[in-house]
């Protein structure tokens, strides 16, 4: 069975760091691209960053490019988003989703497989 799990989110002052983990189980990850998205009630599912399955090329949304960055632990089947210089503006329900095989894009049509998300709260 094919599982995705994030963790890592919580409630955090601006300016703090939060990692967000996204273990997958049924699957091996590295053959898989990885977004990871954020979603806020009323608002599209916003693609934040993504990693491909390849040449683990990356590609990041412009509001988090400086902040944000993704990497792959290929021996824990696991992604990560290390979130740095956190801003109210990034609260939300953070999803990590997969594709297999390809490069990654930050649009959400194009994944197949996704988490249930874990919430971040950027708040004082």
């Known amino acids: 069975q094919v599982q995705l799990v994030e963790s890592g989110g919580g409630l955090v002052q601006p300016g703090g760091s939060l990692r967000l983990s996204c273990a997958a189980s049924g699957f091996t990850l590295n053959y898989y691209a990885i977004g990871w998205f954020r979603q806020v009630p009323g608002k599209e599912r916003e693609g934040v960053s993504c990693?491909?399955?390849?040449?683990?090329?990356?590609d990041y949304a412009d509001s988090v490019k400086g902040r944000f960055t993704i990497s792959r632990a290929n021996a824990k089947n696991t992604v990560y988003l290390q979130m740095n210089s956190l801003k109210p503006e990034d609260t939300a329900v953070y999803y990590c989703a997969a594709v297999m095989f390809r490069q990654c894009v930050l649009s959400a049509l194009e994944y197949d497989y996704w988490g249930q998300g874990t919430q971040v709260t950027v708040s004082s």
């Open positions: 990693i491909s399955s390849s040449d683990g090329s990356t």
